[in-house]
């Protein structure tokens, strides 16, 4: 089992700046990608932004240029610096890893984060 905690989230004013992290723990050895997904109220879950373990990244067109997401593998750590918030940012974050070498779909992830909450007012 692979456990994922979240940390960073909290309310920011449109344009402002958040830094989320993801430490992962437990059997570890064998997760290749990790990512982020959002979900916001009423919507579906959908991918923010992944990782594979060799630094290979790709995001969600809505993100691109303002996101960056990151991995430190000594740490066991997968952060996502959010530049550039909008209101429509708003959501609760999800880390994922996965045993798969890439995270494009719901259906490709293993594990789940609890979630932590991200707020853009306007």
């Known amino acids: 089992q692979v456990q994922l905690v979240e940390s960073g989230g909290g309310l920011v004013q449109a344009g402002g700046s958040l830094r989320l992290s993801c430490a992962a723990s437990?059997?570890?050895?064998?997760?290749?990608?990790m990512g982020w997904y959002r979900q916001a109220p009423g919507k579906q879950r959908e991918l923010v932004a992944a990782?594979?373990?060799?630094?290979?990244?790709n995001y969600a067109d809505s993100v691109k240029g303002r996101f960056t997401i990151s991995r430190d593998n000594a740490k066991n750590t997968v952060y996502l610096q959010m530049n550039s918030l909008k209101p429509e940012d708003t959501a609760v974050y999800y880390c994922?890893?996965?045993?798969?070498?890439?995270?494009?779909?719901?259906?490709?992830?293993?594990?789940w984060g609890k979630g932590t909450l991200v707020t853009v007012s306007s």
């Open positions: 994922a890893a996965a045993y798969s070498p890439i995270i494009r779909t719901v259906r490709m992830v293993d594990y």
């Open positions: 437990g059997s570890i050895f064998s997760i290749n990608a």
């Open positions: 990782i594979t373990s060799g630094g290979n990244t």
